[in-house]
């Protein structure tokens, strides 16, 4: 084998061998008299099949959707100050969701940024061998970025549909 191609060969081996960590970096506010939102579904932490995979929630702000979120996506969005209602719900045009709705109340202030999560597991309290079925811990709830910047560097950006 020649030179050159050998160094091919082993230059590819090593990329492909070298995998680096998701790196996430919150955005800037592009207007400061609000506030900035991730909320987020992170990966399932349970072994095996993932609870909900392919179902996904409309989140909603205050009644109005802001975009669906998806198994381990996040969406961003800036929204007014004040005490806002966040919710996960199935009963949306936009939705793909059978699950009863989870919700959360925040209050917002202006320039900050928050991290909301939307946790999907199997509730193995409540399991029995082979009953999965309608066996699921789903809740929404903030979490700090010293929390959330593991999780979410994990996902992907879902659409906002602001």
Known sequence: MNAARFALIAALL???GCSSTPYFEAQTLTDPSKAL???YRAK???PGKKP???SYPDIQVDGESVGVLRYNEYLVAELEPGTRKFLATGL?????WNQREAEYTLKLEAGETYYMRLRVEYNTDNMTIGSFK?????HMHPVDYDEAVYEIREASKAEVTQ
Do not use: E
């Not at 309608?134 to 789903?138: D, L, R, S």
């Open 44 to 46: 399932a932490t349970n």
């Open 37 to 39: 939102v991730y909320v």
């Open 92 to 96: 949306s045009p936009k939705a793909d």
């Open 52 to 54: 909900m995979r392919f």
């Open 14 to 16: 090593l990329g492909v």
């Open 134 to 138: 309608g066996q699921y811990f789903i």
